[in-house]
């Protein structure tokens, strides 16, 4: 058993509100790398990254992705920097990956200024969120097999876009 899609991209992308709605157009179960850490932790990102660090959360985000891969049957969130660690990466290989793109102004619009997303806390969330956007890009390309830009297209319409993108015919042709 694995995932019939694992959607990745920046924080904002909207891999937790279009993942749910792919999964119930396809009537299969939706889950999210950062939802299983918090399972298994029994606390919140914001508090890991607080009291144990960032090196700390990826080496649980990795177990997390590594089990959903093996496991989840559904669809499959990943935490926004789950592929910017080697391991998961190299776990990606072989899955019907989808990077969920989206640009600063979009981004910076949907994430807001919540304290929910620790890596955009700082005092210029929009700078660091546009350093996140150019170091990661080429990483998600790297790993996925199609890439949906999301910033004109509403969530329904990005997973129209995905399940287009992840039909026998379109997926065998890698488009
Ligand atoms: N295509 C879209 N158009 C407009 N708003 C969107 C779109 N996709 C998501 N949103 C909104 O943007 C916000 C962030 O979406 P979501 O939580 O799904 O992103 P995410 O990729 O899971 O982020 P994170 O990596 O932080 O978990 C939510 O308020 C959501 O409703
Ligand atoms: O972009 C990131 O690095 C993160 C995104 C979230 O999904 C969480 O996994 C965490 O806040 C880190
Ligand atoms: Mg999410």
Do not use: W
């Not at 991209?9 to 937790?16: E, F």
């Not at 990943?78 to 990077?99: N, Q, S, Y």
């Not at 319409?157 to 995905?162: E, G, I, L, P, Y």
């Amino acid at each position: 058993m694995s995932p019939v899609a694992v959607l990745i991209g920046p924080p904002g992308a909207g891999k937790s509100t279009v993942g749910q709605l792919l999964a119930e157009r396809l009537g299969v179960p939706f889950t999210d790398s950062d939802t299983i850490v918090e399972t298994q932790q029994g606390r919140a990102i914001s508090d890991i990254f607080l009291s144990d660090g960032e090196a700390a959360f990826r080496v649980m985000e990795r177990e997390a992705v590594a089990g959903a891969l093996a496991e989840h049957d559904g669809v499959l969130a990943l935490g926004g920097g789950a592929p910017m660690t080697e391991g998961v990466r190299a776990d990606l290989d072989g899955h019907p990956v989808v990077f969920l793109a989206v640009g600063l102004a979009a981004g910076v619009r949907r994430v807001g200024l919540s304290t929910a997303r620790p890596l955009l806390a700082g005092v210029n969330p929009r700078a660091t969120f546009s350093a996140l956007l150019q170091e990661r890009l080429p990483v998600y390309r790297a790993v996925a097999r199609h890439e949906i830009a999301t910033d004109d297209l509403e969530p329904e319409a990005v997973a129209d876009a995905v399940l287009a993108a992840l039909s026998p015919e379109a997926d065998r042709a890698g488009r």
